[in-house]
């Protein structure tokens, strides 16, 4: 049996979405900025993606420009606001669990002169408004947090935070990372005072290579990429029509049915911990009721490295991340993990299961039934 347990990472893109995205590669092969006949059926595909994203969303499809996917979006929200707005101040702000892709940017800023506040979190992951409130100045500029973190799937307070912002500091750009959160969780940046929104769309079954930075109307916000002009001049480069085209019919798919989706997640997911809890020396990490995402479990186990048991379970075809795959392949220590009091003996022994609305519970009590067997084993080879 294959159990794929790695959602979180990447998803397997739609047959929908793939189908359209054959098409637009085959038939309707056009660039946007041409003038004739296909030039147009491939600027109303953008189009018509950009309508069924801001559906989703409830927000304008001018609002919504197209990436290469959640590390673009993530850069050009953060590198671009602070550019545009830092006569107005040099101070940001962004919390201790952020993606690379969010935390990468926050150095290259510090490098450039920006002075960066991080937030810490709970036990749990959660970032709480009053460590924000502690910290943010007259100067401050741009305030960026995930909404999900990736890798023990704490679900972070951004209406309150969001809402909180717009009534007492409303010149500070709220960027947030919802590269998990999209799909998962119902998102209304209007009535959540988000004023910029990344999304990736390989991990809501779109394909890889594809992304979107909501933008709200009136935002100040410098482009990062130049040439041609395309997408009012905010991310220059003929647009991937496909790969476009491929993520409004995944983004429309995954909202759905949206909330047996959501119920079917947490059912696997409550399922799965408390059966995984029941093995001698696992230890989940993070909230264990719904405060968390409906699709990730972070689960440390004493005495058994994290490769050691990723690799044991991929000989019984159960693939899963050490902590989070979205940064490189090369083994790091975890700065999430660090950031909730992991014990340093489980810093290297935790590894994330991550599921699909595909995801069965057949697939899990394969896993579970491996791990019972692999785990006692492995701990007691290590103990020798």
Request: net charge negative.
């Amino acid at each position: 049996m294959e159990c794929y347990l790695d959602n979180s990472a990447t998803t397997k893109c739609s047959q929908a979405a793939t189908e359209k995205m054959v098409e637009l590669l085959t038939k309707e092969f056009g660039n946007p900025s041409s003038m004739h006949e296909m030039g147009m059926i491939a600027e109303n595909e953008v189009k018509a993606a950009a309508e069924k994203i801001a559906s989703t969303l409830k927000v304008q499809p001018k609002e919504i420009y197209f990436t290469s996917g959640g590390t673009e979006s993530n850069n050009l929200a953060i590198l671009g606001v602070a550019d545009a707005a830092k006569r107005r101040g040099m101070h940001v702000i962004t919390s201790m669990i952020e993606h690379p892709s969010v935390a990468n940017p926050f150095h290259v800023l510090e490098e450039r002169g920006y002075e960066v506040t991080y937030l810490p979190v709970d036990e749990q992951g959660h970032i709480t408004l009053s460590d924000l409130q502690n910290v943010i100045r007259d100067d401050t500029i741009l305030v960026s947090l995930m909404y999900i973190n990736n890798e023990i799937g704490a679900i972070e307070p951004i209406s309150e935070i969001g809402n909180w912002l717009k009534a007492n500091y409303p010149e500070v750009v709220f960027h947030v990372d919802a590269i998990q959160a999209y799909g998962k969780i119902l998102i209304r940046p209007k009535k959540e005072g988000i004023d910029l929104l990344s999304v990736s769309g390989h991990k809501i079954h779109g394909p890889k290579g594809s992304g979107f930075l909501y933008i709200r109307d009136k935002i100040k916000i410098h482009p990062i990429i130049f040439g041609g002009g395309q997408q009012k001049g905010m991310r220059s480069g003929t647009e991937n029509v496909p790969a476009i085209a491929g993520l409004g019919v995944a983004a429309q798919e995954i909202y759905e049915q949206f909330d047996e989706k959501i119920a079917h997640l947490y059912e696997l997911r409550d399922y799965f911990i408390s059966e995984v809890s029941k093995i001698d020396g696992v230890r989940v990490n993070g909230a264990a009721d719904h405060s968390n995402a409906p699709h990730i479990v972070s689960v440390s186990t004493k005495g058994v490295r994290a490769e050691v048991l990723l690799h044991a379970l991929e000989d019984k075809h159960i693939y899963v991340s050490a902590g989070s795959a979205c940064s490189s392949n090369k083994p790091a220590v975890s700065a999430t993990l660090k950031a909730i009091g992991l014990p340093n003996d489980l810093l290297d022994a935790t590894v994330r299961f991550s599921f699909s609305v595909h995801t069965t519970k057949e697939e899990l009590d394969y896993a579970l039934s491996q791990m019972n067997q692999l785990i006692p084993m492995l701990q007691k080879y290590t103990r020798h």
